[in-house]
């Protein structure tokens, strides 16, 4: 095996030569796609009109520097996160920068890259940074991609071996002999359009982030920003773009091959072709059509002043010293620290950093201490086991010593997006699934009820293997179910303090997030805006929507006494915490109460157990996560 490793370092870990990439160079300027579907002298005219950036241009200008005004829209289902997304792109006059973690090659992802295809090809300039280690992965796709257009640009970031594909042995050998720059990967979400309007949030481009999966899609949140913190936006997509991590095409082995191999190819982008054209086709009407964007966007926008773009620095693991490189997780410390009523917390992996540990104690120990509730996966909506495994090691930590209430998602919420669930019957599985039985999710669209309240691939990289990447390979899929239909997972990352501050970013709370990540995120300084994201997250802790953690109710005193006491021996150790009977366990309201804390005295009056992983079906799965639970702590800081 090492022998193995050490021919993949030798094979792969060498740069090209200055030649071979002036010769790749050479290629893309003498056969690039030069065509202009918009006059160069005019090329403003060929923008689509939009009221999105016309409502951020007007921020801009009255805003000034002791007073900025800004627009800013909380895109809380998948329709209108891409529906802004495409407007955006067609109303773009100058430039298109954007940034992400993952981008796959479905609908979602077609579709978006066709839309900057067509926007350079008017004159628009596009640059396009991806994270390499879960985005294209296609070397010839992307060597069309290098001549679509003279005014587009894409670069992968940290690409460890030179490359645009990881192949399962580099995938290995990087962990093996480069593990700190393999391990550290750019989170960051970003779309920003002329500098003067932005969005930022969870998504990744791919169906399942938009409600286009059809089996697993994800619950998640992007904010859209107008005014002076988009050019923050973009002054630090340009600070990435610049950094010698952020790698273009030709400097990449295969794509470099690629291009080489037929230098006079005539293919450069052709139109997609589309799982669901019908689907695809709608979308695009809605997002140019005013009465729909009235609807869906303007409606929920709100004008309000104080706003900040946040971003840790490129190559965060290279420095980690540096305060600046650690920005926005030293940023929402702070905001959490002088809490003094309750935090609010959506993540979708409970998996707290020391420092993280550190203020929540400290919270707790005050004479008054803040409420602090916290809306996360569960075992059946996640498809990142292994994380969700060291969450379930230390629940009563979390309950006790930070007093958390926490509710986990229910794979079905009976608020599961109406897009999503659209042609869909109950039978539909979620593949693996066994037994099945009538699914759960009544239909009833979270985000038409938030509407009018405000008037893959798994993140934890699956670093080990246990992430998601669109579903592909045994281990990737989510635990299988006893109920059938689409599956929901929590996918947002947001947290709202005193119902004064609110963020929306890309940051997890997690070790990852805060020393190997790089991460980004808006802070909003509005009551009102804090109100609407507090709405939005607690909808989720709903009793439709959520299980709620509580201890398991003391039946036999002494022997409840014993198992309290070689539990907590049992979850302090690193390794080897066997012992099967958990401090806490997962709760489902009993028909007729009403919803209360887990620390109410009538608690078990109106809460009946329902065990410790509800509605997953014995499976190998939950086997792994019983033995990660076991073993895998030390590596909480990667997973």
């Known amino acids: 095996m090492l022998l193995i490793l050490a021919a993949t370092l030798a094979s792969g870990g060498c740069s090209l030569s200055r030649e071979r990439v002036r010769k790749a160079d050479a290629v893309v300027t003498l056969t690039v796609?030069?065509?202009?579907?918009?006059?160069?002298?005019?090329?403003?005219?060929?923008?689509?009109?939009?009221?999105?950036?016309?409502?951020?241009?007007?921020?801009?200008?009255?805003?000034?520097?002791?007073?900025?005004?800004?627009?800013?829209?909380?895109?809380?289902?998948?329709?209108?996160?891409?529906?802004?997304r495409i407007n955006l792109i067609r109303a773009a006059q100058r430039t298109i920068d954007v940034q992400t973690y993952i981008w796959e090659q479905d609908d979602a992802g077609k579709l978006v890259l066709d839309e900057l295809v067509h926007a350079a090809r008017r004159g628009v300039r596009v640059r396009i940074l991806a994270d390499q280690l879960f985005s294209?992965?296609?070397p010839g796709l992307l060597a069309r991609l290098a001549r679509a257009s003279d005014h587009m640009e894409i670069r992968l970031y940290n690409p460890t071996f030179h490359s645009a594909r990881t192949p399962p042995l580099e995938f290995a050998a990087g962990i093996l002999c480069c593990f700190y720059k393999f391990n550290q990967r750019m989170h960051n979400k970003l779309l920003v359009v002329d500098d003067l309007i932005g969005i930022t949030g969870g998504r990744n481009y791919e169906d399942r982030y938009f409600d286009w999966d059809g089996t697993f899609d994800y619950v998640d949140r992007d904010v859209m920003i107008g005014?002076?913190?988009?050019?923050?936006?973009?002054?630090?997509?340009?600070?990435?773009?610049?950094?010698?991590?952020?790698?273009?095409l030709t400097q990449l082995r295969d794509v470099n091959r690629e291009l080489l191999a037929d230098t006079d190819d005539p293919r450069h982008w052709d139109p997609p072709r589309y799982e669901h054209p019908d689907r695809v086709q709608r979308m695009v009407a809605d997002a140019l059509d005013p009465a729909w964007l009235a609807g869906h966007l303007q409606q929920a926008t709100l004008r309000l002043n104080?706003?900040?773009?946040?971003?840790?620095?490129?190559?965060?693991?290279?420095?980690?010293?540096?305060?600046?490189?650690?920005?926005?997780?030293?940023?929402?410390?702070?905001?959490?620290?002088n809490a003094k009523s309750e935090v609010v917390l959506q993540t979708p992996y409970l998996v707290m950093s020391k420092p993280a540990q550190k203020v929540f104690r400290t919270l707790r120990q005050r004479q008054d201490p803040p409420r602090?509730?916290?809306?996360?996966?569960?075992?059946?909506?996640?498809?990142?086991?292994?994380?969700?495994?060291m969450s379930y090691k230390h629940r009563k930590r979390y309950l006790m010593d930070y007093g958390f209430e926490i509710y986990e998602m229910k794979p079905h919420p009976s608020n599961g997006d109406a897009d999503a669930l659209e042609g869909q019957t109950a039978a539909v599985a979620t593949p693996p699934l066994d037994g099945i039985r009538q699914g759960s999710g009544s239909g009833r669209s979270r985000r038409s009820n938030r509407a009018s309240a405000a008037a893959t691939p798994s993140e934890s990289t699956g670093f080990l293997g246990f992430g998601s990447r669109s579903g592909r390979g045994a281990r990737s899929r989510p635990a299988p179910l006893l109920t059938a239909g689409v599956r929901f997972g929590l996918h947002a990352k947001s947290i709202v303090v005193d119902d004064t501050f609110a963020m929306v970013g890309t940051h997890n709370f997690d070790p990852r997030s805060d020393?190997?990540?790089?991460?980004?995120?808006?802070?909003v300084y509005d009551k009102r805006f804090s109100d609407r994201l507090r709405d939005s997250i607690m909808q989720d802790t709903q009793p439709g929507n959520a299980w709620v953690i509580g201890p398991r109710q003391k039946t036999i005193p002494v022997l409840s006494s014993v198992n309290d006491f070689i539990g907590d021996v049992s979850e302090r150790l690193p390794f080897f915490d066997l012992w099967p009977f958990r401090y806490a366990t997962s709760y489902d309201l009993k028909p007729g109460c009403i919803p209360m804390r887990w620390t109410d005295p009538r608690f078990f009056e109106c809460y009946e157990p329902v065990g410790d992983f509800p509605e997953v079906d014995v499976s190998l799965k939950l086997i792994y996560t019983r033995m990660i639970t076991a073993f895998g702590s030390s590596a909480a800081g990667i997973l």
């Open 372 to 389: 602090v509730v916290v809306s996360t996966n569960s075992l059946a909506s996640t498809d990142a086991f292994a994380v969700y495994a």
């Open 515 to 523: 020393h190997y990540n790089t991460e980004s995120g808006v802070i």
């Open 33 to 84: 796609d030069r065509q202009d579907s918009c006059p160069p002298s005019d090329s403003t005219r060929c923008a689509t009109p939009s009221v999105l950036t016309d409502a951020a241009r007007e921020a801009d200008a009255a805003s000034t520097d002791a007073r900025p005004v800004h627009v800013a829209t909380l895109l809380e289902d998948g329709e209108s996160a891409m529906g802004a």
């Open 306 to 337: 104080r706003v900040e773009y946040l971003s840790d620095l490129p190559g965060k693991t290279d420095e980690p010293k540096r305060r600046e490189v650690r920005a926005l997780t030293r940023h929402i410390m702070g905001l959490v620290r």
């Open 227 to 248: 005014g002076p913190a988009a050019r923050e936006m973009g002054a630090s997509f340009n600070q990435f773009w610049g950094h010698k991590r952020s790698v273009p």
């Open 136 to 138: 294209f992965r296609d």
